[in-house]
T-cell receptor, first 114, second 115 residues
């Protein structure tokens, strides 16, 4: 699976949109982009995933560039509860030898401040 | 019910002890996972069970022994651990380990301290 690069940390004001970038310049045609987050002392939580079209659900929006080399996770109205480490993960489907794997990188520590 | 439960929440054990971690889900998921997470590091995959069979072992030392007695339960048996094995152990489940949606549900973890 392709590697991802994320900034180590970001601050965001409560009520504002948080835009979290992820670079995946070596992504292949059958690889999806997944986002998870981990609030302190909890297990990771799935947020959203996409292949090439923009996606939106009740938690966030995912914008993938046309060349698919990067993406942005958007939290539309950040709250204090959104303070967490956000992981961008690229995974092939159907999976090859990485069948079943979810490979977490270092992620971005997002701190939402009042 | 979209919950994965793990017991115990905290565990302190000596290097000669034998203990077990337990994970349970009632979502009908057929894939279950163990991850290990050291402080300030991302989770690292240890084992994947799919349809109650071990699919992936990420070269984990034999002092960690997984077991999947049925599709809802996943155990991790611990024996002769080292202090460096102290970590947060996370369990997760998904409908199928090879599916496109690949939404994994994680439990809160067991915080293990080896003394």
């Amino acid at each position: 699976d392709a590697k991802t690069t994320q900034p180590p940390s970001m601050d965001c004001a409560e009520g504002r949109a948080a835009n979290l970038p992820c670079n995946h310049s070596t992504i292949s045609g059958n690889e999806y982009v997944y986002w998870y987050r981990q609030i302190h002392s909890q297990g990771p939580q799935y947020i959203i995933h996409g292949l090439k079209n923009n996606e939106t659900n009740e938690m966030a929006s995912l914008i993938i560039t046309e060349d698919r080399k990067s993406s942005t996770l958007i939290l539309p109205h950040a709250t204090l509860r959104d303070t967490a480490v956000y992981y961008c993960i690229v995974r092939a489907y159907p999976p090859a030898d990485s069948w079943g794997k979810l490979q977490f990188g270092a992620g971005t520590q997002v701190v939402v401040t009042p | 019910d979209t919950e994965v439960t793990q017991t115990p929440k905290h565990l302190v054990m000596g290097m000669t002890n034998k203990k077990s971690l337990k994970c349970e889900q009632h979502m009908g998921h057929r894939a279950m996972y163990w991850y290990k997470q050291k402080a300030k590091k991302p989770p690292e995959l240890m084992f994947v069970y799919s349809y109650e069979k071990l699919s992936i072992n990420e070269s984990v030392p034999s002092r960690f022994s997984p077991e999947c007695p049925n599709s809802s339960l996943l155990n991790l048996h611990l024996h002769a651990l080292q202090p460096e094995d102290s970590a947060l152990y996370l369990c997760a489940s998904s409908q199928d380990s090879g599916s496109q949606s690949y939404e994994q549900y994680f439990g809160p973890g067991t915080r293990l301290t080896v003394t």
